[in-house]
Every structure is written in C-alpha cells, then in structure tokens.
Nanobody, 124 residues
Framework: QVLLVESGGGLVQAGGSLRLSCAASGRTFSNYAMGWFRQAPGKEREFVAAISWTGGSTSYAGSVKGRFTISRDNAKNTVYLQMNSLKPEDTAVYYC?????????????????WGQGTQVTVSS
C-alpha cells in the first residue's frame, strides 16, 4: 500500500516562503515520478510541479515557474516543494501524488496515489 504524507503547510504573508515535504512509503520510492497539485476553494485540482524518478527532469505550471522548485531525496523517500515569493492566489490545499512510472506528467489522471493534503494560506 502506497502512503504519502505531506507536511510543511501554514500561514505566510505575501512575498514569503514555505517548503512542503511529502514522505512516501509502501513501494520503491526511487522508481517513480512524483508530483504536486493544489486545489483552491471552488476550483478544480491543478498541476503545480513534477519530478522524474531520478530527479533529472522537472516540469512546472506556468503560474509557479521561477518561484517554486520541486526536488527529491531518494535516500529519504521524500519529495519537496520550495515555494518562494508566495502570492495570495497560491492559497490552496497542496497534494503530493505519485505515478506508476518514472517520467513526469501534468495530468491529474496519471496519478493514482495521493496524500491527504496540506493547507497553504498566503495573506495579502
């Protein structure tokens, strides 16, 4: 059973930073791509960033490119999302997810395994 547990969310002022973590268990973490998605109230869950199984390939949504950085530590079975220059529109529940393969994907349907989410609130 794949288990993903996010942490690191909270309340931050606009312009500030947060680092989210997602600890994975239940299978060989280093074999699979990981992704971060977010869902704001009343909106659909949207892609934020993804990283390949080796960490050598990353992809980002246009709205976060240049501000957010996804990384992974395969020795710790953990993926991170460093979020800088946060804006009020970044407020959402952030979810970690993993695919059945090693390459990245921005498609929500390509991720069968999800964490429970962590709330990020950015005040203006």
């Amino acid at each position: 059973q794949v288990l993903l547990v996010e942490s690191g969310g909270g309340l931050v002022q606009a312009g500030g930073s947060l680092r989210l973590s997602c600890a994975a268990s239940g299978r060989t973490f280093s074999n699979y791509a990981m992704g971060w998605f977010r869902q704001a109230p009343g909106k659909e869950r949207e892609f934020v960033a993804a990283i390949s199984w080796t960490g050598g390939s990353t992809s980002y949504a246009g709205s976060v490119k240049g501000r957010f950085t996804i990384s992974r530590d395969n020795a710790k079975n953990t993926v991170y999302l460093q979020m800088n220059s946060l804006k009020p529109e970044d407020t959402a529940v952030y979810y970690c997810a993993t695919t059945p393969w090693g390459v990245t994907s921005p498609r929500r349907d390509d991720y069968p395994y999800w964490g429970q989410g962590t709330q990020v609130t950015v005040s203006s």
